[in-house]
């Protein structure tokens, strides 16, 4: 995969690790498709992107064949920087046995191809916890949209997990910045998901809460983004 440093990584910008869409011109955003569309925004070279199978989008109909297989034709573009996002969720209908199926399979993809995994999660992260130590040698994951707890963001860490925060953050619910006022900063991302606003706040919100410069915090954001992305095997 080629190096996101040649390819994507512009510090001048703000990363945005995760979003269905483009904002701003002044962010990076790793744009999260389905495999299908991954392979179409691949193509066009111009975003990174990270391809998975949400599990919103699961059902017993779900071709789950053919969909690893548009996954694997998206790991040949080097713009798939990543695989997601995939995930578990206890608070939809699809049993969470046949969730962790699926995410078993993406998570994979992704170590078989030197990815990280941008990772749904509600209400079950000792799952993701307990999966990751099965893929522990496999590059980092990334748990997208954190609005849990210091204890749950410190035991994720501990995994080589990493944390993402978005919209949330600027909300000021105090268990998410009591969250972000522990956690290393060689551990975070930040994001919009679907939000309309600028990622650039959430970073502002952070950097206020921890007493530190934005455009520092930037930087050091770019430095987890090429130490989690910046290697990987076999591009087009």
């Not at 034709?73 to 995930?87: L, W």
């Amino acid at each position: 995969m080629t190096s996101p440093e040649l390819s994507f990584a512009d510090r001048g910008k703000w990363l945005n690790i995760h979003a269905h869409k483009r904002l701003n011109s002044d962010e990076v955003v790793v744009m999260s498709c389905s495999p299908r569309m991954a392979v179409f925004a691949a193509r066009t070279g111009d975003v990174p992107v990270s391809a998975g199978l949400h599990p919103w989008h699961l059902s017993p109909d779900t071709d789950l064949s053919s969909q690893l297989d548009l996954l694997a034709e998206a790991t040949g573009f080097s713009g798939v920087v990543a695989i997601g996002e995939a995930g578990l969720d206890r608070a939809i209908d699809m049993p969470v046995i046949e969730q962790e199926k699926v995410f078993v399979a993406q998570a994979e993809v992704a170590a078989g191809t030197g990815r990280p995994v941008i990772i749904h999660c509600v209400r079950a992260i000792p799952d993701i916890i307990r999966l990751r130590k099965k893929f522990a040698s496999a590059p980092p994951w990334i748990i997208h949209g954190f609005g849990g707890n210091e204890q749950e963001a410190t035991q994720l860490i501990k995994h080589e997990i990493y944390i993402s925060f978005g919209a949330s953050l600027t909300g000021n619910r105090k268990k998410t910045l009591a969250a972000a006022r522990a956690l290393p900063v060689e551990k975070v991302f930040f994001e919009t998901d679907e939000a309309d606003i600028e990622v650039k706040e959430v970073y502002r919100v952070f950097s206020r809460f921890r007493g530190t410069d934005p455009d520092r915090l930037r930087e050091q954001v770019w430095d987890n983004f090429l130490n989690v992305f910046g290697s990987g095997e076999g591009s087009r």
